[in-house]
């Protein structure tokens, strides 16, 4: 859904994103591609690293095939208006009786807005059919890249991700939606710092993913979220310009 421009640096690695249809500030497991990829090449090793994007400085710790990022610092936008709930869940053949009422519908950033959205259980999540034109103008509405879909799971957070303002109907795995999603669950009291969580992403479309994430207080009360990840070259090639 992205491609990742990379430039090495003395300074580290600078890097932009793009999706088909513009260039985004961040993209979480294009970041941890772009890392494993750098390993494997033999241009990076083992230990930490600078990742200078549209959303920060970020470090990135690569440890053997496993990548662990930064997100930028999360925040709380809005809670998503009560007259647009109905909206929202309608966009994807569902009603608000599908959200478990213990949990809002809000709009946060680790990088880039989402908004999260609860459902009620998995067969919810996988019965979901999304109206990309609804979905589009809640995007532009609320400016938001997208749509993050989510139920707690048995020992696991599941999701789907949708941001067809970006010419993405669905995405199969989604570091940002990830983070923010890890940072919604701790201010609920489901996500404890220092553990990490598993999301099991990309089931809707039959391209299940993993993401791990991990989150942290400072002494002075900041919170940072990390997210996690492999991954593997599955094309390789080159282009002539």
């Not at 999301?199 to 400072?218: C, K, Y």
Request: aromatic fraction near 6%; proline fraction near 5%; glycine fraction near 10%.
């Amino acid at each position: 859904s992205e491609t990742a421009f990379v430039r090495l640096a003395p300074d580290g690695v600078h890097l932009r994103y793009f999706t088909p249809a513009g260039e985004v500030d961040l993209c979480g497991h294009a970041t941890v591609g772009s890392f494993a990829l750098l390993r494997a090449l033999g241009k990076i090793g083992d230990g930490m690293h600078t990742a200078h994007t549209r959303a920060g400085t970020l470090r990135v710790e690569v440890a053997g095939g496993t990548v662990w990022m930064d997100m930028a610092p999360p925040k709380l936008l809005q809670t998503l208006p009560q007259d647009a709930l109905g909206e929202l869940y309608a966009a994807y053949g569902l009603t608000e009786s599908d959200r478990p009422a213990e949990l809002p519908v809000e709009i946060i950033s680790t990088g880039l807005a989402d908004i999260m959205m609860p459902v009620r259980d998995r067969e919810t999540l996988l019965r979901a059919v999304q109206d990309e034109t609804a979905v589009t103008a809640l995007s532009r509405r609320f400016d938001v890249t997208g749509v993050h879909m989510f139920c707690l799971g048995d020992g696991c957070v599941c999701c789907s991700n949708f941001a067809p303002l970006y010419d993405i109907p669905e995405e199969c795995a989604t570091g940002t939606s990830n983070g923010a999603l890890t940072y919604y669950l701790y201010r609920r009291g489901l996500v404890r710092p220092g553990e990490e969580t598993l999301f099991m992403q990309g089931e809707h479309m039959h391209r299940p993913s993993h993401i791990r994430s991990r989150l942290h207080i400072a002494p002075d009360g900041a919170v940072t979220v990390r997210i996690g990840g492999q991954a593997v070259m599955s094309l390789a090639g080159h282009m002539d310009i």
